[in-house]
C-alpha cells in the first residue's frame, strides 16, 4: 500500500534549537515527496520537494529535508526555530489513487510550536 | 501574478440543504485538485482533474458529491442534501501539471452544516 505517515501529531521546540518534523513513506517506484506548510486560517504552502538528484533539499524560510531512500523517511529540518515557524506541518507523497491516478497523498500533519 | 482563489471563505448551511463551493485556479495551470480537511485530520483527496481528461472522482465519499471544471478553468464543488459530517475546510489547489509538480492551495471554504 502506498502512504505517508507522520508519527507525531505535535512537536515543541524552544526558539533558537534545531527543529526536526519527521516523515515517513512507503511507496512502489520513485518516490514524489513534498513538504507544506499550513499557518493558521490559510491555505497550505509549498516548502520544498524531492524528485530527483540530491538527497539534501533546501526549500523556503530556511528549512531542508533529507531523502533517505534505505529508512524510506524524508525528515523536516531547520537549524534554528523561529516563534514565527509554529504552523501545521504536512509530508506528500505521490501515490496511486483509486481512480488509477497519481496524486499526492497527505500524512495527518504535525502541528509545531516554537516556544519564545 | 494572481493565487488560487475561492468561495464562498465560510458557509453555513442547514442540512438537507444543496451547497456549491468555487474554485479559481491560476491562470494555464492544467491540475485541479479538491481535498477535504476536517478537524484533527490530514487532506482527504476528493476529485482530480488534469486537462480535458475525465476527472478522477475516486476519492468523492458518496453520491452527493459531484464536481465539474467548465472550459479546463473554474471548477465547482457541489454537496447535495449536506449532513453535518459534511462540515469541513473544503481545500481546491492547482499545478501546472501533474502530481510531480507543486502544487498551489486557495485559503479554503469553512464549511459548516446545522
Known amino acids: 500500500a502506498q502512504s505517508v505517515a507522520q508519527p507525531e501529531d505535535q512537536v515543541n521546540v524552544a526558539e533558537g534549537n534545531p527543529l526536526t518534523v519527521k516523515c515517513t513513506y512507503s511507496?512502489?517506484?520513485?518516490?514524489?515527496l513534498f513538504w507544506y506548510v499550513q499557518y493558521p486560517n490559510r491555505g497550505l504552502q509549498f516548502l520544498l520537494k524531492?524528485?530527483?538528484?540530491?538527497?539534501l533539499v533546501k526549500g523556503s524560510y530556511g528549512f531542508e529535508a533529507e531523502f533517505n531512500k534505505s529508512q524510506t523517511s524524508f525528515h523536516l529540518k531547520k537549524p534554528s526555530a523561529l516563534v514565527s515557524d509554529s504552523a501545521l506541518y504536512f509530508c506528500?507523497?505521490?501515490?496511486?489513487?483509486?481512480?488509477?491516478?497519481?496524486?499526492?497523498?497527505f500524512g495527518r500533519g504535525t502541528s509545531l510550536i516554537v516556544h519564545p | 501574478g494572481a493565487g488560487v482563489s475561492q468561495s464562498p471563505s465560510n458557509k453555513v448551511t442547514e442540512k438537507g440543504k444543496d451547497v456549491e463551493l468555487r474554485c479559481d485556479p491560476i491562470?494555464?495551470?492544467?491540475?485541479l485538485y479538491w481535498y477535504r480537511q476536517s478537524l484533527g485530520q490530514g487532506l482527504e483527496f476528493l476529485i482530480y482533474f488534469q486537462g480535458n481528461s475525465a476527472p478522477d472522482k475516486s476519492g468523492l465519499p458518496s453520491d452527493r458529491f459531484s464536481a465539474e471544471r467548465t472550459g479546463g478553468s473554474v471548477s465547482t464543488l457541489t454537496i447535495q442534501r449536506t449532513q453535518q459530517e459534511d462540515s469541513a475546510v473544503y481545500l481546491c489547489?492547482?499545478?501546472?501539471?501533474?502530481?510531480?509538480?507543486?502544487?498551489?492551495f486557495g485559503p479554503g471554504t469553512r464549511l459548516l452544516v446545522l
Open positions: 524531492y524528485i530527483t538528484g540530491d538527497n
Open positions: 506528500a507523497v505521490r501515490a496511486l489513487s483509486l481512480g488509477g491516478s497519481y496524486i499526492p497523498t
Open positions: 489547489a492547482s499545478s501546472r501539471s501533474g502530481f510531480q509538480e507543486t502544487q498551489y
Open positions: 491562470s494555464g495551470h492544467t491540475a
Open positions: 511507496v512502489s517506484g520513485n518516490p514524489y
